[in-house]
């Protein structure tokens, strides 16, 4: 199996505050990763590492076998970021052209839209249930609707390896639910490589089929049925929220 | 004396093309500035041409080859005011306000120190469009090519940087570069737009068109045409009404554009009241 993720011994600092320490896991080709763990254990710290949003860094990090400073395959990657921060509802585009923007990274200079991208857009945006909004204006929806529109944008390019930062936070239950399933059936079916950050412990279990627990370190990294018996996090949890999580009874 | 016999001076012809020129690019680099709330580094660089047509007027240049001074000077400022704003804990409204500021006095300096206070400076404070030569128009058509051509090749970039930098970065967008460039092709339309309405006026060219296409377009691609459109109505309209009435045409530009800027305000309140009756 190929090696879409590899982090060995990572280390972040925020100025003089260890965000994260010694970190070490590695993600294969079709794998769907939960990463969870409590505010401020470093989840986001994580991912913006991973992609080179965090230049502070001690360790090796390499994305599909390139270490991550010299990594080009944008196209491969598809990242959904926690929040934009209330995106700027100036911002004059249309819910099409965002996602439209999913698609760039794998041009060429100068990167210019053809009609087959179009399509490309437009059955993003129908798989999502979202057509109806294309010629919206981004900053005039809701935050439930962004948040579909900038997973659309994530999804367009049909990425082998999917990113997605909290991407739950603004959605509501029945979404939610539906959001999950969309991410699993591409999982199973497209063989898209997930990783996932969340706070939603209780839910993952549900779908992803590894987990890593952090804390600022790794308190466990291996697969549900590996976390349901491992006594260590027994220990650590309690027997009953260990099986809350591992959603293997 | 009719349009028609206005549009046959060679002088009016010389500034009308200039005026549509730079109109266009003021208009496109606009849009991104406005939106990347980088509005005031116009205003910057446009202290800092001040002080370079000073340095040039001490050097004893005159016309168009005051540019070779005007050009490599806002340039490295450009660059500056990107630097110090990464490096030197500073935001970027502090960036500008240095380096705007040291322009300015320069400019002063070098003036008192050359030859006191003249009717050339005046002239590039406040613009004068009517007495552009064919030289500065030649110079004006070369940079105008350049810098449109430079759009054109990274544009969806461009989009991409001003709608999310990270995920700019994620998409395999060259941020940094882009964000020097965005700078590099400000400081080249300032210079050159410095002679359309003057040092004074040129924030104002770069932020008016932009800003009131920003409250009626709907779309990227929109608002950047509309943009364009009421740049060149100001540009345009302002040069024949300056000339017609004998005002002077850097601030008869600036006013019209604020008047296309009103006209866009109070369409989108009535879209929005519309909206919600």
């Given amino acids: 199996m190929q090696e879409l993720i590899s982090v060995e011994q990572l280390t972040c600092r925020h100025g003089a505050v260890e965000a994260l320490s010694d970190i070490s896991f590695k993600v294969t080709a079709g794998d769907y990763l939960g990463i969870v763990g409590p505010n401020g254990s470093g989840k986001s710290t994580l991912v913006r590492a991973l992609l080179g949003l965090m230049p502070a860094y001690q360790g090796k990090i390499s994305l599909f076998g390139q270490l991550r400073d010299s990594f080009s395959a944008w196209e491969r990657l598809g990242y959904l970021p926690q929040n934009m921060g209330p995106l700027n509802p100036a911002f004059p585009a249309t819910v099409f052209e965002v996602v439209q923007l999913g698609l760039l990274a794998g041009k060429g200079l100068p990167r210019r839209f053809c009609r087959h991208d179009r399509k490309q857009v437009l059955d993003m945006l129908e798989l999502l249930g979202i057509e109806h909004l294309q010629r919206r204006m981004i900053g005039e929806l809701s935050g439930g609707q962004q948040q579909r529109a900038m997973l659309a944008r994530a999804l367009v390019n049909n990425p082998e390896l999917l990113i997605m930062d909290e991407p739950t936070a603004a959605l509501d239950p029945d979404i939610r639910d539906r959001f999950y399933e969309l991410v699993s059936q591409m999982n199973k079916d497209k063989g898209t490589t997930v990783l996932l950050v969340t706070h939603d412990t209780g839910t993952i279990g549900q779908y992803a089929s590894r987990m890593l627990y952090l804390d600022k370190k790794v308190l466990f990294f291996g697969s549900f049925d590996e976390f349901c018996h491992s006594p260590e996090m027994s220990a650590f949890f309690g027997e009953h929220s260990q099986h809350l999580i591992c959603h293997r009874h | ?277």
């Fill in chain 2, 1 to 277: 004396m009719t349009i028609f016999e206005l549009f046959s001076y060679g002088f009016i012809q010389r500034a009308l093309l200039a005026g549509v020129l730079i109109g266009v690019l003021c208009a496109v680099l606009g849009v991104f500035l406005v939106l990347r709330r980088l509005s005031l580094i116009g205003d910057g660089l446009a202290h800092i041409t001040f002080g370079s047509v000073a340095l040039a007027l001490f050097a004893g240049l005159q016309g168009a080859a005051m540019l070779l001074v005007s050009l490599p000077v806002v340039l490295l400022a450009s660059l500056g005011i990107l630097k110090l704003a990464g490096k030197a804990r500073l935001g970027g409204d502090a960036a500008i306000g240095i380096v705007s500021s040291v322009g300015v006095s320069l400019g002063v300096l070098l003036t008192v120190l050359g030859r006191g206070y003249g009717v050339d400076l005046f002239s590039y404070l406040f613009g004068s469009i009517l007495a552009i030569s064919k030289a500065e128009l030649l110079v004006a058509g070369g940079l105008f090519i350049t810098v449109l051509a430079l759009l054109w090749l990274y544009y969806n970039d461009l989009v991409a940087l001003t709608f999310n930098e990270e995920l700019a970065a994620v998409s395999g967008i060259r941020v940094r570069f882009l964000n020097g460039l965005l700078a590099a092709l400000t400081a080249l339309t300032v210079v050159l737009a410095m002679k359309l309405v003057g040092v004074m006026l040129i924030s104002a060219l770069l932020i008016l068109p932009a800003s009131a296409a920003l409250q009626v377009a709907r779309g990227f691609r929109m608002t950047v045409v509309l943009s364009v459109l009421f740049s060149l109505l100001a540009v345009v309209g302002g040069i024949v009404i300056s000339f017609l009435l004998n005002l002077p045409s850097g601030a008869t530009i600036i006013l019209l554009a604020f008047l296309l800027f009103c006209v866009g305000y109070l369409f989108r309140q009535l879209q929005t009241v519309k909206n919600k009756s």
